[in-house]
């Protein structure tokens, strides 16, 4: 009976000229894309200079800022509210005031001074952009040092290396990638199951189901197990494109990660079936599925660190299944941890995936 209700979800599926589309094109676009354009990293930020000195000094400096690759200079302005109608009309969003008699001051007293006022309506932008300036003004004034003949002994006795463990070239699409595979799991493993059941309900095909002596265990095995080999097929795709695209390779153990995205289809997959069993329509399924979804991406840790939140929100992502599954891909691919290492997630996982199909079971009624 299995068997043949398999192969009717799959006759289903085909027989949709959409689906096997977007089952392909979704990984392909997403993967290609999104990484690209879900970047933290702050570069290009707009600077307008206010240049009252006009020296040497400040002209070098002024260089080494727009030659580091974070900053582009599209403004010099005379004074200090020309620079302002710079970041008013959004042409600039970090302004660098030079004092006048800056190298005067570094020459005769070893000391200048300087502004950075920053646009913080995009805080992050802002405090970064702010940061890597301040970094840089204050690399020239060591090199400025250094060439005065006034090298500080703290600098003579500490050699200060930095070591990136797991991520050396800081590069954000690494961080991105696995948790992506994720997003991509939830959304096509979720959605569809989600629309499957309700689909039938408006065609009447559900009907015909009831009135046989399939049982709803064997019917809720039925819906989840295409979705279970669409999830593998899409998450192979997108680890080949990780691969050959970005260089990305899992640093630990494949089956590892086997193991538990084959747990976590299931999870989303039965949270798909339990949504479509309350749902009488397909505009009903989507709308609660996407207001689902977007909650555990925006709690999941996807963009921003569990910890950082709030701790009456963090104590929400308890519940929240795809954190702990961005967890175990980010730990497998860029740390290369072990089974052994991940088994609070693993027993999370495996909680969530009990309930949620139990729930699909004993929510679906053979009789309207």
Request: with cysteine; glycine share 6%.
């Amino acid at each position: 009976m299995l068997k043949f209700l398999i192969e009717k979800e799959f006759k289903q599926i085909f027989r949709n000229s959409f689906l096997p589309k977007l089952i392909i094109a979704m990984p392909l676009m997403m993967m290609l894309v999104f990484p690209w354009a879900a970047n933290q990293e702050i570069r290009n930020v707009n600077l307008s200079v206010v240049d009252n000195d006009r020296s040497a000094f400040s002209e070098r400096m002024i260089h080494k800022i727009t030659s580091s690759g974070y900053f582009r200079l599209t403004d010099v302005s005379a004074t200090g509210s020309e620079a302002m109608k710079s970041v008013d009309s959004g042409t600039a969003d970090i302004i660098l005031e030079i004092e006048n008699g800056f190298e005067r001051n570094i020459i005769n007293e070893g000391a200048g001074n300087v502004m950075i006022s920053a646009n913080s309506v995009n805080g992050t932008k802002a405090a970064l952009g702010a940061s890597y300036l301040s970094s840089i003004i204050g690399s020239y004034a060591q090199e400025l040092a250094m060439y005065n003949g006034q090298s500080s002994t703290v600098n003579e006795q500490l050699s200060i290396v930095n070591r990136y463990r797991f991520n050396p070239h800081l590069d954000y699409k690494v961080f991105m990638v696995p948790a992506l595979m994720v997003m991509l799991l939830t959304m096509l493993c979720g959605f569809l199951p989600a629309l499957n059941i309700v689909g039938e309900k408006e065609a009447g095909t559900i009907e015909q189901i009831n009135v046989t002596p399939v049982k709803k265990l064997v019917f809720v095995f039925a819906k989840l197990i295409p979705y279970w080999i669409i999830g593998f097929i899409v998450l192979s795709i997108c680890m080949v494109l990780a691969a050959f695209v970005y260089g990305i390779y899992p640093a630990g153990s494949l089956l590892t990660l086997i193991l538990f995205a084959s747990i976590y289809i299931i999870v989303v997959s039965g949270m798909g079936l339990v949504v479509s069993n309350y749902s009488n329509t397909m505009q009903q399924a989507m709308f609660v599925m996407f207001f689902f979804i977007m909650i555990l991406l925006l709690m999941s840790g996807l963009f921003t660190p569990v910890g950082s939140m709030p701790q009456w929100a963090q104590i929400i992502t308890v519940f929240n299944p795809l954190k702990y599954f961005i967890q175990v891909m980010r730990l497998v691919y860029l740390k290369g941890s072990a089974w052994g290492e991940m088994l609070p997630q693993f027993f999370a996982l495996c909680s969530f995936g009990v309930a949620l199909s139990a729930w699909a079971v004993l929510s679906y009624r053979k009789s309207s």
